[in-house]
């Protein structure tokens, strides 16, 4: 208890080192816990990017790339899927609703995404999250269009403007919808989803574009255009749908179904297992990541090891004063082991509850602007496991010049050089 | 009826490595209760002679008895607990513990050694504390921290935590070297005062053993001592009166 009390009065004379010691300890151990918690909650962040969704259909093709097109707007699909497919298993007995995609324009890079009511209705994120409108209402009109939030906020466009939309998916188009322009009539809460990334039009209003085209080109010049009647317009093909089960069991089955159907070449995927699969790619680099933070710990407390073996020197006349009054060597190395440990601990306390608090006063920030859903994140055996393995680690090390005062003491006996 | 010595060194051989003998003591005997003065040039192996009377240091050879204890025989924690708990010792300078106050410095013998702490004469240790520091004329600076003391305001708080709990041994390691002529003098009156006080109070032979390289100081002293007599021919060491 004595040596307890030593060893804190001994730190708290020594109170600029000692502080400078704790800070880097706990600035280490925030950022060791800090990329853990932000990794824990991109994965959550990640795979909460489509819920609910039992399959997504697509044309025959790889699953990876089905996903990413889908849901990510990255890449292209192989192929289109026609509408009497799609009636098809929209009515399937167990399903219980779809959602159409059709895809191929864009509009100041972010993708047009044709659809229908069924997305606003169904399509949830982030376990039971439904979209949600900050302005506006779904598009009902053939040339109605809502804007996702990022697209909304980064282009500045507002309720009721008029916008113009892209040929293709490439940032600069060669070729502009301009006969067709489209009334802004909702902005969709930000979901911090690919769903923010995009613009929302009808399945009409992507035939209204493309209306007179053959083979995906427009009419030549010199060629009469048609003249748009919207009663004319239909819808041919979709570019994929995503569905829900009525039942979870039936997934595998209807899973089976779509892959085997025989009018049309389709692949379907359980969207949780590929976006698992897509996430194992980001695997390295999280490793990578833990790694130096890792690095950033061991440099803490090689700081610790520094500080307390830099003050040795000074400290012998009192290492003999403590042995003068009876104190044990093994005592005195006690006494220096008690202090690495109360610094490894101090500073893993510091910084644990500071890299909490900074989570929990920024979480909101965090989740909106880079769709980083802290709040499911608490405690974790890992985060347990790190403070633990610093104070062990911080304990060894101080061993170091622990086992110098010791040898120190030994040697120098009553001498206070 | 004999007495049992407080100290008793016979046929001690001591060094740091093992072919260059640096002290030598073929036969030394103090008795309980005398305050004895130990003269030695600097570096003449004094601080290394008081370490083996302390048991901080074993010889390689001979016997060491302190208050009745064969220290060759004692484990090193017997010998830390016997010097911790049975000898005052107080160095030249910088006697204290930086980062503790005065009164917790004067208190630390007596808060490692439960046997210290029951010598004492106030009923509490902190009254105890007091009582000494008010001897030594440090009563106003119990609070502070150390670094707000005289190097002579600090020799007494030495001698504070060296006779709490009344040792039956106090050591002084040439304590008044960093001190001026008139504080000197007035240190060892003070040590010497304190010193009997205890012994009058306790009943206690508290024996003192005083080194230092200033030969003026022995008249202080019941006994003077030289290192070069007890260490340096192979005769046994001479007792001189003064």
């Not at chain 1, 929209?90 to 895809?103: D, E």
């Not at chain 1, 100041?108 to 979209?131: S, W």
């Not at chain 1, 490793?287 to 061991?298: C, D, K, N």
Request: proline fraction near 4%; glycine fraction near 8%.
């Amino acid at each position: 208890m004595t040596l307890l009390r030593l060893a804190f009065k001994s730190l708290r004379a020594r109170s600029l080192s000692t502080t400078l010691t704790i800070f880097s300890i706990g600035l280490s151990i925030m950022l060791l816990v800090g990329v853990d918690r932000l990794r824990g909650a991109t994965q959550v962040g990640f795979s909460g990017t489509l819920s609910r969704t039992d399959l997504i259909v697509g044309a025959r093709g790889g699953g990876l790339p089905l996903l990413l097109s889908s849901i990510f707007h990255i890449g292209n699909a192989s192929n289109n899927i026609s509408w009497g497919t799609y009636q098809h298993f929209a009515h399937h007995r167990a399903v219980a609703w779809t959602i159409p995609i059709s895809m191929g324009d864009s509009y100041h890079g972010y993708r047009v995404v044709a659809t229908d009511d069924n997305f606003y209705a169904h399509y949830q994120y982030r376990r039971d999250k439904f979209l949600s409108f900050a302005q506006g209402h779904a598009p009902q009109g053939v040339f109605d269009v809502v804007l996702g939030a990022e697209a909304a906020q980064r282009l500045h466009d507002h309720m009721g403007r008029q916008i113009v939309l892209a040929h293709g998916i490439e940032e600069k188009s060669i070729f502009n919808h301009e006969t067709t322009p489209f009334t802004v009539v909702g902005i969709l809460a930000p979901t911090a989803t690919p769903v923010d990334r995009a613009v929302y039009i009808t399945l009409l209003g992507d035939e209204a574009m493309h209306f007179g085209w053959t083979d995906g080109t427009p009419p030549a010049i010199g060629e009469a255009s048609p003249k748009l009647d919207l009663s004319k317009l239909k819808v041919d093909e979709i570019t994929c749908f995503l569905l829900g089960a009525k039942s979870r069991v039936s997934t595998l089955y209807l899973q089976r179904e779509i892959n085997t159907y025989k009018p049309e070449p389709l692949t379907s995927i359980i969207p949780a297992y590929t976006l698992q699969e897509l996430w194992g790619l980001f695997d390295y680099a999280d490793t990578a990541l833990s790694l130096v933070s890792g690095a950033v710990l061991v440099v803490g407390l090689l700081a610790m090891l520094i500080a307390l073996y830099t003050a040795l020197n000074e400290r012998r006349r009192e290492i003999a004063i403590l042995r003068a009054v009876g104190l044990h060597a093994r005592q005195i190395f006690l006494l220096f082991l008690v202090e690495s440990t109360l610094i490894a601990t101090a500073g893993t306390a510091l910084g644990i509850v500071s890299v909490y608090s900074l989570l929990f006063a920024l979480r909101g920030t965090i989740e909106s602007r880079f769709g980083l859903p802290i709040a499911l994140v608490g405690l974790s055996t890992r985060v347990e496991l790190y403070a633990l393995a610093t104070v062990v680690c911080g304990a060894l090390l101080g061993t170091i010049p622990a086992l110098r005062a010791y040898r120190n003491s030994l040697v120098d006996g009553l001498n206070t050089p | 009826m004999t007495i049992t010595p407080a100290i008793s060194m016979r046929d001690v051989r001591f060094a740091y490595k093992p072919t260059y003998p640096i002290l030598r003591v073929d036969e030394l005997t103090i008795l309980p209760g005398r305050r004895i003065f130990l003269h030695g040039p600097s570096g003449g192996g004094k601080t290394t002679l008081l370490s083996l009377i302390s048991g901080v240091l074993v010889p390689q050879r001979g016997s060491i008895t302190v208050l009745g204890h064969d220290l060759t025989r004692l484990s090193a924690s017997a010998r830390d607990t016997l010097r911790g708990s049975q000898i005052g010792y107080i160095f030249q300078g910088f006697n204290l513990i930086p980062y503790l106050t005065v009164a917790e410095n004067i208190a630390l013998p007596c808060d490692l050694h439960p046997i210290r702490r029951a010598r004492i004469v106030a009923p509490t240790l902190s009254e105890e504390v007091v009582r000494l520091a008010r001897l030594l004329d440090i009563r106003t600076h119990l609070k502070s921290p150390v670094t707000h003391l005289s190097t002579g305001q600090q020799q007494r708080v030495a001698i504070a935590r060296a006779v709490i709990g009344s040792p039956a041994l106090v050591i002084a390691d040439e304590p008044t070297s960093s001190l001026d002529t008139d504080r000197r003098d007035a240190f060892l009156a003070l040590l010497t005062e304190v010193i009997s006080e205890a012994k009058k109070r306790n009943d206690v032979e508290t024996t003192l053993v005083f080194v230092s390289h200033d030969r003026s100081l022995a008249t202080h002293f019941d006994e003077a001592l030289s290192l070069a007599e007890i260490s340096g021919g192979y005769e046994s060491a001479e007792v001189t009166s003064v």
